[in-house]
């Protein structure tokens, strides 16, 4: 069974910045493709970005500019760099990873994000 840990989630100010970082329990190249979702409060959950495999990325308006996906095969972590956040931007971050055919998805527990003065 395939685990995903999400860390480095927390209050930040209105333009900081915040390193998610997304442990898995087996080598992250294995997987055809990680990605990051959140869900904010009252809303639905939303695709964030994502890289596959091959190292090809993939954002969403919601993150496009601010947002930057990167995998570290070393630490087997896929991680979200988050910068001038804003406060629209507070919800619960969630990892995600898509493997095999037909597809399986694999889900974190999440990590809460609060962008707040």
């Known amino acids: 069974q395939v685990q995903l840990v999400e860390s480095g989630g927390g209050l930040v100010q209105p333009g900081g910045s915040l390193r998610l970082s997304c442990e898995a329990s087996r080598s992250i190249s294995s997987f055809r493709r990680m990605a990051w979702y959140r869900r904010a409060p009252g809303k639905e959950r939303e695709l964030l970005a994502q890289i596959t495999k091959d190292g090809n990325t993939y954002y969403t308006t919601a993150a496009k500019g601010r947002f930057t996906i990167s995998t570290d095969s070393a630490k087997d972590t896929v991680n979200l760099q988050m910068n001038s956040l804003k406060p629209e931007d507070t919800a619960v971050y969630y990892c995600?990873?898509?493997?095999?055919?037909?597809?399986?998805?694999?889900w974190g527990r999440g990590t809460q994000v609060t962008v707040s003065s």
């Open positions: 995600n990873a898509a493997d095999g055919l037909p597809v399986t998805y694999y």
